[in-house]
């Protein structure tokens, strides 16, 4: 593996250690996955959280679901246009056993495309690996999670 990219790893920690923020931010998207509010802001003001924050670290914290059928997890890679790149992303994702869903990439712009995929994860894997092989690959310009269920 190559030189770590500045945070890019992932932890699982216990919920009492995350701070209150993080947490507001967990609350705030439930409230919107729910419905129960209609808006970023109606949101925020409800768990007692500026909106500006909520943007800061929306993309950043995710709850923890443990299931026996795996999660599905759906992100988003940014990754030059290069003959190859894609089929090495999908030899990752398959060597950890992981099941595509969907896949979706635009056309590249400027030397760039976009991949959006969701994936099943299965239940004994540890995601973050997977993540981070694929950051540091080459070619690869960022990871980014979406959605976790």
Same mark, same amino acid.
């Given at each position: 593996?190559? %030189?770590e !990219? %500045?945070?890019n790893q ?9 701070? %209150?923020?993080l947490? !507001?931010?967990?609350e705030?998207?439930?409230?919107l996955?729910? %419905? !129960?509010?209609? @808006?970023?802001? =109606? ?7 500026s909106?500006?924050? &909520? ?6 914290? &995710?709850?923890?679901? *443990?299931?026996?059928?795996g999660? @599905?997890?759906? &992100?988003?890679?940014?990754? =030059? =246009?290069?003959p190859?790149i894609?089929?090495?992303v999908?030899r990752i994702?398959?060597?950890y056993?992981?099941?595509i869903?969907t +896949?979706?990439? @635009? +056309? $590249? ?6 991949l959006?995929?969701?994936?099943? +994860?299965? $239940?004994?894997? =540890?995601?973050s690996?997977m993540? @981070?092989?694929?950051? *540091? ?12 269920e």
């Amino acid at each position: 593996m190559g %030189e770590e !990219k %500045e945070g890019n790893q992932y932890y699982l920690i216990r919920k009492k250690a995350v701070p %209150e923020v993080l947490l !507001k931010v967990i609350e705030a998207k439930r409230l919107l996955e729910s %419905e !129960k509010v209609l @808006t970023i802001q =109606d949101a925020a003001e409800q768990v007692g959280l500026s909106r500006s924050s &909520f943007y800061k670290y929306k993309d950043d914290i &995710f709850p923890f679901h *443990e299931n026996v059928k795996g999660r @599905t997890v759906t &992100f988003v890679l940014q990754m =030059d =246009d290069q003959p190859g790149i894609l089929s090495e992303v999908l030899r990752i994702i398959a060597h950890y056993s992981a099941n595509i869903l969907t +896949i979706h990439q @635009t +056309i $590249p712009i400027n030397g760039v495309a976009s991949l959006t995929l969701s994936v099943e +994860i299965p $239940p004994l894997l =540890d995601m973050s690996l997977m993540m @981070t092989e694929l950051e *540091e690959k080459q070619g690869i310009q960022y990871v980014k999670v979406l959605a976790m269920e």
